[in-house]
């Protein structure tokens, strides 16, 4: 396939950094837009030089400058938003609107994919507050896109593994725990992790692929569809040690939410649906989605199983 | 040389995780400290699992527990520790008096690295407040472990490029001017500029020679001593471009420090002693001190004009 010309705006975050480096590795003359604002961050200012030496380009360019965010859209055909790829981070979603207004004034974009990369916001309208914040802003970000007749592509990552695999989906644990492990109910709902640089190699294919035009692209890898308790079992057979159980019932969960801090609250809320409403797999995808590994076989998907040796 | 097994607390800063790059490129066996309290910052803890991946071996331990301490140490022939690598940051410096107690309490480590890798808090006893609380804290630490008897070595690394050439040594910016440039005076006072990987690769070589032994180590590869004006002169040389150039006095830029906050003073007062007095250059290495590019000249160092190259913006982006 022909090269695009890919902005990515949010570059230097979580899942931002990794779509850099998927779209360099896929070939794509890719750009990085360099906010001013991020002035005296070393990280952030030495993570954008190391992508300026792997062949990205630095673009400048600031939300609160309209005209610089015109000129930055006007470089590409593709621009990917991966602002705020945390999940219970929520409050920057909607300067996305900005990007949407100087993409509409440029006129030339073939695609744009907006931040999403977790849960399809369009099915979570139900959501527990305060987490529905994350879902109705999203949802905002997708209206004004279809009103200026953009075409996108919406990317339902599902879990992280970074976060839900390295706690054995205990929110609060990034790493896993060798003695004991809290089941949410029963442990058998399923689930979905991905492998955050197989997100961003799945993202990176869909950019430029006309199935995925004004679609929202599923990622189901199938191996990696798990119920928190088959998760618990590869890491027991990972560090031939069974962990002691216990289980926490939906009531409980939501009861232990109140009094938490907002952000807690809602990510608290988000564990809830996904680990005991089920909301990843609860669906079967219809005529608006199409589901990544089925249209991109070749991508080697990270097996849960692969994915948490580096933790032993 | 054989192979030094190598302890890094820290190793997920800003030079730590150099430091434990350099140690796995030179073939430590190393170990970098893993603390529970960074539990939930996912990119500490996936920066220790690409250190695993490379060879690395995480120990868990937490500087509130001295006993962990004492058998994170135990393993090791040398620790570095590089917490608050950054200039401006010091209120972390003291935790390093528990590291301390536990290779006491150990008793085998061959040679202890405290953080310094910046200026030589020996010779700033006359620092302005309140930047002086960096050295005055270092010094604590140093005198902890000459009272312990701990065999050691001090690296004074200088200043880090990423902090002071990248932009050009303005404050407030990490990325070099477009078209203006501050000089502090006339601009011609030397300073020592330090890619941080050299820093790390420096360090390294020092771990285990007895040259350094009980010795304070200086970053002054030659090539890398220049002035402000020779720093600007190498930027402008690189993009065919001269910048418009203005000064600061001395009191001008010291009058500057009223109002600001606490980091910022402190901040400012090491670029005071830095710019305005010379303080990387202003004085002989005696024979406590050694010289590291003459100690290791087979590390090639790199050049400010070769470091400055990749701040070059192309074009049609600016």
């Not at chain 1, 007749?149 to 706690?167: Q, R, V």
């Not at chain 1, 019932?249 to 564990?271: C, I, K, N, R």
């Not at chain 2, 190598?6 to 997920?12: A, I, K, Q, S």
């Not at chain 2, 430091?19 to 309290?37: D, F, N």
């Amino acid at each position: 396939m022909e090269k695009s010309r890919v902005l990515i705006v949010g570059g230097t975050g979580y899942i931002g950094k990794r779509l850099v480096k998927a779209s360099l590795a896929q070939g794509h003359e890719t750009f990085v837009l360099h906010r001013p604002e991020i002035g005296v961050d070393i990280e952030k200012v030495q993570l954008l030089l190391s992508f300026k030496e792997q062949g990205a380009r630095l673009v400048s360019g600031s939300f609160n400058d309209h005209k610089s965010l015109v000129n930055a859209v006007k470089l590409v055909d593709v621009v990917i938003c991966a602002i705020s790829g945390v999940h219970i981070r929520s409050h920057q979603i909607l300067l996305q609107l900005k990007l949407v207004d100087a993409i509409k004034e440029a006129g030339n974009i073939k695609r744009f994919l907006p931040s999403e990369f977790g849960t399809d916001p369009a099915r979570m309208a139900h959501a527990l507050e305060p987490g529905r914040v994350t879902f109705d802003d999203k949802m905002v970000v997708r209206k004004a896109i279809q009103e200026a007749h953009i075409p996108f592509t919406y990317i339902s990552a599902n879990c992280f593994a970074g976060y839900f695999l390295g706690g054995l989906c205990q929110p609060g644990f990034i790493i896993p725990p060798m003695d004991s492990v809290i089941l949410f109910g029963d442990g058998n709902v399923k689930a979905i992790y991905v492998d955050e640089d197989d997100i961003a190699m799945y993202t990176i294919k869909t950019i430029d692929d006309p199935r995925t035009r004004n679609k929202t692209v599923y990622i189901r890898p199938p191996e990696n569809i798990l119920s928190q308790r088959e998760v618990v079992q590869i890491w027991e057979k990972l560090i031939g040690k069974e962990l002691h159980k216990s289980s926490i019932s939906a009531q409980q969960f939501l009861s232990s939410m109140e009094g938490q801090p907002y952000e807690q609250q809602v990510g608290m809320g988000h564990y809830y649906h996904v680990c005991f409403e089920g909301c990843l797999t609860n669906f079967e995808i219809g005529e608006e989605g199409v589901e990544a590994c089925g249209l991109y076989p070749q991508i080697k998907y990270t097996t849960v199983q692969d994915f948490m040796k580096r933790y032993v | 040389m054989g192979k030094s097994k190598v302890l890094v607390v820290g190793g997920t800063g800003y030079v730590g995780r150099r430091i434990v790059k350099a140690s796995l490129e030179q073939g430590h066996e190393t170990y970098v400290l893993q603390r529970p309290e960074i539990g939930l910052d996912i990119e500490k803890v996936q920066m220790l699992l690409s250190f695993k991946k490379q060879g690395a071996h995480l120990v868990e331990a937490s500087v509130s527990d001295h006993q962990s301490l004492v058998e994170a140490v135990k393993l090791v022939d040398v620790v570095i520790c590089t917490m608050s690598g950054v200039h401006f940051r010091s209120h972390n410096l003291l935790v390093q008096l528990k590291l301390v107690e536990a290779i006491k309490a150990a008793g085998n480590v061959k040679r202890f690295l405290p953080s310094e890798f910046g200026m030589d808090p020996a010779l700033m006893g006359h620092a302005l407040e309140p930047g002086r609380v960096t050295f005055d804290e270092k010094m604590t630490v140093r005198k902890a472990i000459e009272d312990a008897n701990i065999p050691f070595t001090y690296i004074s690394a200088n200043c880090f490029a990423g902090y002071f050439a990248g932009n050009l040594s303005q404050m407030g910016t990490l990325l070099p001017p477009r078209d203006k440039v501050l000089l502090y005076g006339d601009g011609n006072v030397k300073v020592v500029y330090m890619n941080e990987d050299d820093v790390a690769a420096y360090t390294i070589k020092t771990i285990d020679d007895p040259r350094t032994l009980n010795k304070t180590v200086y970053l002054r590869p030659p090539e890398n001593i220049l002035t402000q004006r020779q720093l600007i002169e190498k930027w402008e040389k690189l993009i065919g471009k001269q910048l418009e150039k203005s000064s600061i006095n001395e009191q001008d830029f010291l009058a500057s420090i009223k109002g600001l906050d606490y980091a910022a003073q402190v901040g400012v007062g090491h670029f005071y002693h830095i710019f305005y007095e010379g303080c990387l250059t202003n004085f002989e290495i005696g024979e406590g001190g050694e010289e590291a590019s003459e100690l290791y000249p087979e590390v090639k160092y790199t050049r400010m004009d070769e470091y400055l190259k990749v701040y070059k913006h192309e074009k049609l982006c600016i």
